[in-house]
């Protein structure tokens, strides 16, 4: 059993990296991820990783040296939070159409404007179709354990495509919690050595990254980058039995919490769900059949397999700490796309919360979970779309 | 009249000592002595220490992104030319995740006054090296110390022809009032330097360390020169020069854009505007 300590999420997530050892690492602070590379630098500078830190001069630089560090054939790494993600965008793409296996801890963060730097989801979900492995986690111990899974889903040969770790900025990123670390060994193999393919300092085989490709053929790399995370799917699940294997905790594509008889389901992503697993145990004990899933990939998004999880549930709520204005929030769209794809057809509601860092409550989920029940009753939903605490 | 209370903001949350509130206090002040009312300028900033200026005064202002004070300020100046625009940023902001647009800025010659807080550090951040972080210095995040060489703002603006470069210090405001006044009344795009201590995360660069450098440029400088300014500009180190390094007189983007020449944009009734008359504007 690896040792035990109490750290922050960042200290969690520059220790995996660290365990990692990436051949490069290059970055740019903002708050709240700022932390990873400030802790990575200093194991950088007492010579326990063999990184290249490559510190540069915006987000668009940082992922741009990932991509040229990455393409010349070695394992990289980074992290970021919200206007440093947004910045990075148009790269993110080269990033993902070039099948390079970078792995981002991305430390969600509101956007601007108006500016804020606390947690929400905006950046993550803004950076949903930029065709990156999406891997989200609830608190330090799964983004821990999720970095050390996304390097091996991004790296797998039949994928090779980037991926990056999700938590809360602050209400993880910054709060201090119990957690077991791997030993230095375990991950060693675990991630196991790199292999790159195709690397550009292969001076024998010389390749061209990014050459022109007009309607001819753009569309066949298209759906060869669709087919390629789409098999991410299985792989996250045959990682994560690996992972299992060595660590003790097991993960999927996504956890059910109390779901397998819930007539009432909710859906709440990251640390919110620990809140909300809290609330469905109170309402459990008082009878009533309600049930939490909390995804964890969310790109590919495991549609079939969400389905199947909510089947029993007639009514679902569907809570979203990111906003797609003038729609419905990202995560309802796909828990709603899930369930009409599977002919099944639950009343299903969407509550916005947490914008900007707001604290989400227990009684926020309560009376989420009430308005659930009455909408079993009744079989009707009066709002579909509602955001919840907000000061009128 | 007006004074420089009637500038007077929201409490500022910046460390005990910072060179960024003597660089405030003497803004207000040159402001009130250029009889300029908190309804006739626009401050406009990015994000980081010195970006919190703006939160910190009386007057329009503008909060944008990192490193875009001066393409929204461009936008700002060419909607109201009538009006004075001051960007405020900090080194990083400006010289680093927003670089290019110092450069387009100076090249279009855009009447903004560009007011750089150089605490040679991220601030904001707590303590990561910017472009204006001396070669070797160590920091949280460049444990090697700076690989880089310091950028050199005043070089690179009398290279790129920048119509009015200065460089002024926190420690010295009476200097500091008169450099943001000379930069205020200058007709053009005007960088002002500020040399600013940052008490917490820059432990090289002090009160002290500028204190034992910093010397008024003397009046035999002759600012027009522009070789004679690249070598005043090019001047760092046991000796640093403050004062006007670099000044010229040519048009700005507002005189070459005809149809804003004569009426800023926001005065010009749109009822009255002929079409033909617009395009003839232009030929
Ligand atoms: C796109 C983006 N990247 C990073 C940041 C985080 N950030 C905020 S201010 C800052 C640097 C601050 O340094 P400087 O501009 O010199 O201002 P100072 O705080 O020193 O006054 C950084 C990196 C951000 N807000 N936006
Ligand atoms: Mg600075």
């Known amino acids: 059993m690896g040792k035990k300590l109490a750290i922050t999420g960042n200290q969690a ?47 668009h630089s940082a992922m741009s040296a990932c991509i040229g560090a990455s393409a010349a054939g070695g394992r990289v790494m980074t992290a970021t939070s919200s206007q440093g993600l947004a910045l990075m965008w148009e790269m993110l793409h080269i990033a993902a159409g070039m099948r390079l296996p970078i792995a981002m801890a991305l430390v969600n963060r509101a956007l601007s404007a108006p500016i804020n730097i606390h947690g929400d989801h905006s950046d993550g979900m803004g950076s949903r179709d930029c065709s990156w492995i999406q891997i989200y986690s609830e608190n330090a111990q799964e983004a821990y354990d999720n970095i050390f899974q996304a390097v091996r889903i991004a790296e797998h040969e039949e994928i090779r495509l980037p991926a990056m770790v999700c938590m809360d900025g602050f209400i993880i990123s910054h709060s201090i919690e119990s957690m077991e670390f791997l030993p230095d060994e375990v991950v060693r193999d675990f991630i196991g050595e790199f292999k790159p393919t195709n690397p550009l300092l292969d001076v024998d085989k010389p390749v061209t990254y990014g050459p022109l490709v007009l309607p001819d053929y753009y569309i066949e790399f298209k759906k060869a980058q669709h087919e390629a995370i789409k098999r991410a799917k299985k792989v996250t699940l045959d990682v994560a039995k690996e992972f299992e294997k060595v660590s003790g ?40 059949k309600v049930g939490l899933l909390k995804p964890r990939l969310f790109r590919p998004f495991p549609y079939e397999e969400v389905a199947d999880a909510l089947g029993s549930a007639r009514v679902i709520g569907v809570f979203d ?10 995560m309802y769209m796909e828990i709603a796309s899930a369930m009409i794809a599977s002919g099944s057809s639950p009343v299903m509601i969407n509550r916005i919360y947490g914008l900007g860092g707001r604290d989400f409550m227990p009684e926020d989920a309560e009376a989420v979970i009430k308005e659930l029940v009455e909408i079993a009753d009744t079989g009707k939903a009066t709002t579909l779309k509602e955001y919840i605490g907000v000061r009128e | 009249m007006v004074t420089s209370r009637d500038f007077e903001g929201r409490t500022p949350a910046w460390c005990p000592g910072c060179g960024n509130f003597p660089i405030l206090k003497t803004l207000k002040e040159a402001l009130a002595e250029l009889d ?77 006054k560009l007011f750089v807080h150089d605490n040679q550090v991220y601030g904001l ?5 910017s472009p204006t972080t001396m070669e070797g210095v160590v920091t949280k995040t460049q444990p090697f ?16 022809d920048c119509s009015f470069a200065a460089r002024g210090y926190a420690g010295d405001t009476e200097q500091l009032r008169h450099l943001m006044k000379e930069a205020l009344l200058h007709k053009g795009f005007a960088l002002l330097d500020i040399l600013q201590p940052c008490v917490t995360f820059n432990r090289v660069n002090t009160y002290q360390w500028y204190g034992e450098r910093v010397y008024r440029v003397s009046g035999g400088h002759d600012p027009t020169d522009r070789i004679e300014a690249f070598r005043k500009a090019l001047e760092w180190g046991d000796r ?32 009255q505007v002929d079409p033909d008359r617009l395009m003839q504007g232009f030929y």
Do not use: W
């Not at chain 2, 109201?80 to 902001?93: E, K, L, Q, R, S």
């Open chain 2, 240 to 271: 640093i020069p403050t004062g006007i390094i670099y000044r010229n007189v040519r048009p700005t983007l507002e005189e070459r854009i005809p149809v804003i020449r004569d009426v800023p944009l926001v005065a010009m009734p749109q009822a």
């Open chain 1, 13 to 59: 997530v520059a220790e995996a990296m660290k365990q990692i050892n990436p051949d490069v690492c290059a970055a740019y602070p903002i708050t709240p991820s700022t932390e990873i590379m400030q802790r990575f630098a200093s194991f950088v500078s007492d010579g326990v990783v063999d990184t290249e830190l490559v510190t540069v001069e915006s987000e």
């Open chain 1, 321 to 330: 700490r990111a906003d797609s204005f003038g729609g419905f929030g990202p």
């Open chain 2, 145 to 160: 110390g700076s690989l880089s060489e310091a950028l050199n703002p005043l070089a690179l603006a009398v290279a790129l």
């Open chain 2, 125 to 129: 951040t707590k303590g990561q090296a």
């Open chain 2, 36 to 112: 300029i009312e908190p309804h006739g300028i626009t401050v406009v900033s990015g994000i980081g220490q010195a970006a919190k200026l703006p939160h910190y005064m009386r007057c329009h202002t503008f909060n944008g992104l990192h490193g875009r004070t001066l393409p929204v300020a461009t936008g700002i100046r060419l909607a109201n030319h009538a009006m004075p625009v001051i960007a405020v940023a900090g080194d990083g902001d400006c010289y680093g995740e927003g670089g290019n647009h110092l450069i387009h800025a100076a090249r279009r010659n855009v009447n903004v």
């Open chain 1, 249 to 288: 905790r097991s993960y999927g594509l996504f956890e059910s919490y109390r779901l397998d008889d819930a007539e009432i389901a909710i859906v709440v992503l990251n640390s919110a769900a620990g809140t909300a697993k809290d609330v469905v145990d109170a309402f459990r004990d008082k009878g009533i």
